[in-house]
């Protein structure tokens, strides 16, 4: 399992200041990850940060990786098979079946990864890429290269109660017959209307790969991910250091907008975070974030600044451990 011999690091057509590198994992089906290194990576970084994706999503957070670097870090992304960088007119864009399909193109990306760095890695994971890297730091094949995981807004359960919880159960229960059965957004999500400047939001991103409506939510990644956060729920043994960072407060719209959705995380509830965060591993630590969005680095400057310094303490933290 390797890169193939034909693919080389090119220049990212998404975002100047980046290479890309097509990883497949050469099993059946063949799935095709894209790897990002920031061009301007430090020859001898105090350690490495890898960053994964959430739901509809892809790295654009260009910001983050000038900031890491600048501060002395090694900087990768990967837009995992189905995603961003990685679509290549797939039928079913975001899909899976189990979260452990993207794990072959993990191990490739951190072997990839450490045969060009020294120090320690981390991996910063948002949302449902967070819920992806929490299994595969307690389970994973190449678990070991990982030195610490740093969640933002992790995708720990679905952000719904009674009725609700209980109809997304059945829709996952159904998924294990029409798994391709979906439903399809018309409109732009609240969420896309608090982070895209088309809307009310700062942040410029390729709305192509991005939509601002979404992809179709299909029945079967829906059990996909209930799976996946039963057993994350059930407590994990993750070895190393955890980091958990999430907004304060959570607001749910009800399909209307509200101006706190800029200053609150408007995707998920914060609750499920600080009640299921704890039991990720023995050396978790749990941050709250005050005004930040579900994106803590797409949050205002303010908040952004606050999340990078608890970010900066606890890496500091994570390589004295390491040495």
Known sequence: MQASEKEQWSADKELAGFDVLALSTG????????????????????????YLHGMTDYFFQAHLAHALVEAGFAFYALDLHGYGRSLNGDTHPNYCSRVDEYFAEIDLALKTIKSETTGPL????????????????????????????????????????GVELFGIKVLAWLGRWLPYLSYSRKTPSLYAQ????????????????????????????????????????????????????HSSRSIRGLGQWQDDMLSTDAVLDVEDM????????TKVSMVEVEGGMHDLMLSTESVRRDTLSQMYTWLGQVIASVE
């Open 194 to 245: 608090s982070i895209h400047q088309s809307f009310r939001g700062q942040w410029q991103y390729n709305t192509t790969i991005k939509p601002a409506e979404g992809f179709p939510l299909y029945l079967g990644w829906i059990r996909a991910i209930v799976i996946a956060q039963r057993e994350l729920q059930a407590g994990l043994a993750i070895e190393c250091p955890v980091l958990v960072m």
């Open 27 to 50: 099993q059946a089906p063949a799935y095709r990850a894209t790897l990002v290194r920031a061009c301007d990576n430090p020859v001898k970084a105090k350690g490495t940060i890898v």
């Open 274 to 281: 600080r009640r299921y965060g704890p039991g990720l591993g």
């Open 122 to 161: 981390v991996v910063n994971a948002h949302s449902t890429g967070g819920l992806i890297a929490s299994l595969y730091a307690h389970r994973g094949a190449e678990r070991k290269l990982i030195d610490g995981l740093c969640l933002n807004s992790p995708f720990f359960e679905f952000p719904a109660h």
